[in-house]
């Protein structure tokens, strides 16, 4: 923070059940006035009320938002859900109003509650970490303020703290605090801690964010990008953790169930976490690669060991089974040591080193380093390059480390890396911005004013259902003027399916980038250099049905951004983006009539008797069609997504050759079940392992997606006969499936019914649906509180109008 002038900073934090907000004064020499506070207990409301609570806040001080020079919000550790909805809105509010925003430590300013209760010398925190774990932290403190004593947050087992502070030769000088004490208190009790601050001072709050944030330097070390503004975290997901002890057997459990090795898998996924079983190829890889070198390979036995340890990372890029690179490290304090970048002589320049720093990299940051370094041989141009453009620049060499006139180079960056470098692979992964931060638009012509005028009002939407971060700007005739989609599948596709916990993570990594890239779109729509929050009319977002924890971010950013920019907003309900995606194909739909949404996540029939009227004749009774192609996809170790290389296989196959149950076929309603056709496909599998016959996989994809359609369709077919009507629709992700969209028109076409399935780019989810019916909502002048809050379960029809849609067209 320049010391020219002081700042007025909103701080804000919600990742304990104390939602923390305070707006404060901090002078030029770090002096904290708190203007107004309004910390106040939220468990499990912290969605519903943050927003408000700051325009409370605000209110107090007589301030508006225009007024402020910041924002600081708390990143954790702390609920990890928690965490994200205080970040996601204060990106929302930063964004809206042009503002920096900064991020510091909540078990910081748990320390400075402490201190401003009270306390003095060493001060131990036990944040609640959930799972029978506290995030523990030891401070300094004086009349100064709280000083902490460790580089980077970790996580303990509860008893594992207890033991740690009880056998200190300073256990008796102690004073607990924190939100783990609500939980753990008794422990730390028995084992004879026994001061402790008062419950009331267990929490952050307001002040102490500033406090905490004065202390740690951030208004001066962090660039103010919200983009950069990332949670703490201190380990991985539980899926990577799990990932990682399946991978570690000796034998793939893969071929366990199907006889298919992570060969075939290979051909779709080049990047997997090293496993034990890749100590032998890592190791001949590394010997073929430093031969003739000073430098000592490493051995078999060594990868083995390292692979063993906590606090690791390792990656390994495969081809067709071959193990053709490979990188990792290991977590040394707050910085993680990249110990080992390798990649075959023949596949180099292919942005393979490139795509395994940064896996690595994202690896470190969960495990809750702040920086990431290596060393490099100086004479190596290719890996200076590299290295380069993932952020990394020098702090120290070592003379001759690697042989007579080959210095070592010490290289650092802070996390997370460059965006630049994720962009450079060609790979549409979640990403920080690069732009510098806040944007301004340029000077706008005559004729950009006069395009802006023509569109009448302009409305972004945001949709963060499930595993895509997606926004889009729509303008009052329904043009979607910029349609932006960061998908997220590399991230889940080596689980076979998406994990709920990574997709909110990458939401709040990838949400702001995202907001930028279709503003500038949009503003190239209209001859800009990009739009600004004041060129918007209203908001709408996806607000259900979907992953909770990936709905929320979406949410919270949409509401902190309408908070900011003085807009309305707007709730729109996922599967009615999905139904009105149809407008794009065919312009003059009107109900009545039928629809089938097929995703990942929903399976259901639906009548549209009047926009808004929506009567659900049927719904899947376990999997959704999506999922059972995920899932069989998995089992054949096809990798993921599962529906179109499914889809690819079938195209070459018998759809004959194997007899699967139609299931509910002929159950005189509309419901649907996936799940016994899925276990009939893996028995199917198992018995031909067990006869020793190879596997015919077009023909078993073909039989299988027959089974599934042949189901589809004949429901379809009852649905419309019943109803009467003359138009029938798809929505969902499947969609895109060309054997379902061919079946369905061949089966209602002949009865004189109207087939309309979206175009390919709108069958997915995307925010450009979204627009849809924001739209139709604003045009009705149908808008939603800023206590609004995800519905991962809401029904089909939740915050519709009876309005009519504007039929849109892409730009």
């Known amino acids: 923070m320049s010391k020219a002038a002081e700042k007025i900073i909103l701080a804000v934090d919600t990742s304990t059940d104390m939602l923390a907000c305070a707006v404060g004064r901090v002078g030029a020499d770090g002096a904290v006035t708190v203007l107004a506070a309004r910390d106040h207990l939220c468990r499990r409301q912290a969605n519903v009320e943050l927003v408000t609570t700051v325009q409370q806040a605000l209110a107090d001080a007589s301030l508006t938002m225009a007024q402020l020079d910041a924002v600081l919000v708390g990143r954790g550790p702390g609920s990890f859900t928690g965490v994200r909805i205080g970040i996601a809105t204060a990106k929302g509010l930063a964004c809206g109003a042009g503002l920096p925003l900064y991020g510091t430590s909540a078990l910081d300013a748990m320390a400075w509650s402490a201190h401003a209760a009270g306390a003095r010398g060493l001060l131990a925190v036990a944040g609640d970490a959930m799972r029978g774990e506290v995030y523990p932290g ?41 939100n783990g004490l609500t939980k753990y208190r008794g422990r730390f009790e028995a084992a004879g801690l026994s001061s402790f601050c008062p419950e009331e001072a267990w929490y952050p709050t307001g002040e102490g964010l500033l406090r905490a944030a004065v202390e740690a330097g951030v208004f001066g070390e962090q660039p103010g990008d919200p983009a950069l503004v990332l949670p703490i975290y201190t380990r991985l997901s539980d899926a990577e953790e799990a990932e990682r002890v399946r991978l570690g057997l000796k034998k793939p459990a893969s071929v366990e169930l199907t006889g298919v090795d992570d060969a075939l898998a290979g051909i779709h996924l080049q990047l997997r976490p090293m496993t034990m079983n890749d100590t032998a190829a890592v190791a001949a890889l590394e010997a073929a690669t430093y031969e003739g070198s000073a430098h000592t390979p490493w051995t078999e036995k060594m990868f083995y060991e390292e692979l063993s340890q906590p606090g690791r990372s390792w990656w390994v890029a495969h081809d067709q089974g071959t193990v053709i690179g490979f990188a990792g490290g290991v977590l040394a304090g707050a910085d993680f040591e990249v110990e080992e970048v390798v990649v075959d002589a023949a596949r180099r320049r292919e942005g393979i080193a490139t795509r395994l720093v940064a896996r690595v990299a994202y690896d470190a940051q969960m495990l809750g380093a702040q920086t990431v370094s290596l060393e490099v041989d100086e004479k190596n141009e290719p890996a200076h390059a590299l290295y380069a453009a993932l952020g990394l620049v020098e702090e120290g060499r070592r003379p001759g480390y690697y042989g007579a006139g080959h210095d070592a180079l010490i290289l650092r960056a802070p996390l997370p890396l460059a965006a630049d470098a994720v962009i450079a692979t060609g790979r549409p992964e979640p990403a920080p911005s690069i732009r510098p931060w806040p944007i301004v638009p340029g000077e706008r012509t005559p004729e950009a004013e006069a395009a802006l005028a023509a569109a009448g009002p302009l409305i972004l939407t945001i949709e963060s259902s499930c595993d895509e971060t997606a926004m889009a700007v729509t303008d009052s005739h329904g043009v979607v003027c910029a349609s932006v989609v960061a998908t997220q599948i590399d991230f889940h596709a080596r689980f076979g399916g998406v994990v709920p916990e990574i997709a909110s993570r990458k939401h709040t990594e990838a949400i702001v980038g995202v907001f930028e890239e279709t503003l500038a779109r949009a503003g190239e729509h209209f001859g800009v250099d990009t739009l600004a929050p004041s060129d918007l009319a209203a908001v709408g977002v996806t607000a259900g049905p979907g992953l909770v924890g990936a709905l929320v971010v979406g949410v919270a950013f949409a509401k902190g951004l309408c908070a900011a ?35 990942g996540g929903n399976t259901m029939l639906v009548h549209v008797r009047a926009w808004g009227d929506y009567v659900l004749l049927g719904a899947t009774i376990d999997d959704a069609v999506g999922e059972a192609f995920d899932k069989v996809a998995k089992a054949l170790g ?71 359609i042949d189901v589809q369709v004949a429901k379809a077919v009852s649905a419309v006969e019943e109803t009467g009507v003359a138009d029938f629709c798809v929505g969902g992700g499947v969609a895109a499936n060309p054997g379902l969209r061919a079946a369905y028109k061949r089966a209602l076409e002949k009865r004189g019914v109207r087939v309309t399935v979206p175009p390919m780019r709108a069958c997915g989810d995307n925010a450009a649906m979204i627009g849809i019916a924001a739209l139709r909502s604003y045009n009705a002048g149908s808008f939603s509180p800023l206590t609004l809050d995800a519905d991962p379960n809401a029904a089909l029809g939740t915050w519709a109008t009876s309005n009519a849609p504007v039929p849109p067209t892409w730009e």
């Open 138 to 178: 030891i401070y300094e403190l004086d009349e100064a303020g709280a000083h902490r004593t460790f580089p980077a947050e970790t996580v303990l087992k509860a008893d594992a703290c207890v033991a740690a502070w009880s056998e200190r030769a300073d256990a008796a000088e102690l004073t607990l605090t924190g």
């Open 565 to 599: 920019a003085d807009l309305p907003l707007i709730a729109v309900h996922h599967l009615e983006g999905h139904l009105m995606a149809n407008l794009f194909e065919t312009p003059d739909l009107e109900p009545p009539f039928v629809a089938s949404i097929v995703s």
């Open 638 to 708: 096809l990798g993921y997504p599962g529906g179109p290389v499914i889809s690819k296989l079938s195209a070459q196959g018998n759809p004959k050759a194997i007899h699967f149950p139609r299931a509910m076929m002929h159950s005189g309603d509309y419901s649907f079940s996936l799940s016994g056709l899925k276990t009939a496909v893996i028995t199917y599998i198992e018995g031909e392992n067990r006869a020793g016959r190879p596997i015919n996989l077009p023909d078993l994809a073909a039989s299988f997606e027959a089974a599934v």
